[in-house]
């Protein structure tokens, strides 16, 4: 049981591509709200994104990236809460970790994206 649970991660983390795709679809199907099922996929898909570009990083360079992963995304839940004070004047925590997650998740897709295209220019060309 537990190596069908590796296995499935392991499918998650190396393609999560596709698996956002299928969760969209997925949530989609079930809200029946295109903007919430967006929301949705963006919500439960950043820490795979954020885990899938810490592995892609780690096969790529050989060294692992966590700490500075860690330390970029407490510097960007602080510009969250720095720009909703600048705007507001009033911080709501739950609003910015919300705007937090979402920019997370797109600059980790991108990120990932970005890293996949390098991985296999370099392994294509530089190998």
Same mark, same amino acid.
């Given at each position: 049981m &537990?190596?069908?649970?590796?296995?499935c991660i392991a499918i998650i983390l190396t393609l999560p591509l596709p698996f956002l795709i299928i969760f969209y679809l997925c949530a989609r199907k079930w809200s029946r709200h295109k903007l919430k099922a967006l929301h949705r996929t963006a919500n439960f898909t950043a820490p795979i994104f954020i885990l899938a570009s810490h592995v892609l990083l780690i #096969?790529?360079? !050989?060294r692992s990236f966590f700490p500075i992963i860690v330390i970029f995304l407490l510097l960007l839940l602080g510009l969250s809460l720095v720009a909703q /004070? =600048?705007?507001? !004047? !009033? #911080?709501?925590l739950i609003r910015a970790f =919300?705007?937090?997650?979402? #920019? &997370?998740?797109? %600059?980790?897709?991108?990120? /990932?994206?970005? %890293? &996949? #295209?390098?991985g296999l220019i370099d392994r294509l060309f530089f190998s």
């Open positions: &537990s190596d069908i649970f590796a296995f #096969v790529l360079f !050989e /004070y =600048k705007l507001n !004047e !009033e #911080v709501r =919300k705007g937090f997650w979402r #920019v &997370s998740f797109l %600059l980790f897709m991108f990120f /990932y994206m970005g %890293l &996949s #295209v390098f």
